[in-house]
Nanobody, 122 residues
Framework: VQLQASGGGLVQAGGSLRLSCAASGRTFSNYVMGWFRQAPGKEREFVAAISWGGGSTYYADSVKGRFTISRDNAKNTVYLQMNTLKPEDSAVYYC????????????????WGQGTLVTVSS
């Protein structure tokens, strides 16, 4: 499956952004979808994931209550709504997919998109 992320940009602290990731090439609903991020000089970290039909979601503690992951299987797209952004949320955000559930403790997903840069100014 091919993944194309978009929606990054520059935003002030406290603001919001919505990331999108469009998938192609395979049956979208067969895949768990998620987001990871990597800040300069830091390791890549799990952000959020959503199950095949969207009935279950998983979040890193650092974004719970501020970020919401959702998916539209008719549009082959997964979204990450990011609210109350903080400077520490600044990173390159990567869309990912796998046929199995993944989170910060599981093996990394099999499929990755290119990153989209999010910069939060203080």
């Amino acid at each position: 499956v091919q993944l194309q992320a978009s929606g990054g940009g520059l935003v002030q602290a406290g603001g919001s952004l919505r990331l999108s990731c469009a998938a192609s090439g395979r049956t979208f609903s067969n895949y768990v979808m998620g987001w990871f991020r990597q800040a300069p000089g830091k390791e890549r970290e799990f952000v959020a994931a959503i199950s095949w039909g969207g009935g279950s979601t998983y979040y890193a503690d650092s974004v719970k209550g501020r970020f919401t992951i959702s998916r539209d299987n008719a549009k082959n797209t997964v979204y990450l709504q990011m609210n109350t952004l903080k400077p520490e949320d600044s990173a390159v955000y990567y869309c990912a997919a796998d046929t199995l559930i993944f989170d910060g403790t599981s093996p990394p997903p099999d499929y990755w998109g290119q990153g989209t840069l999010v910069t939060v100014s203080s």
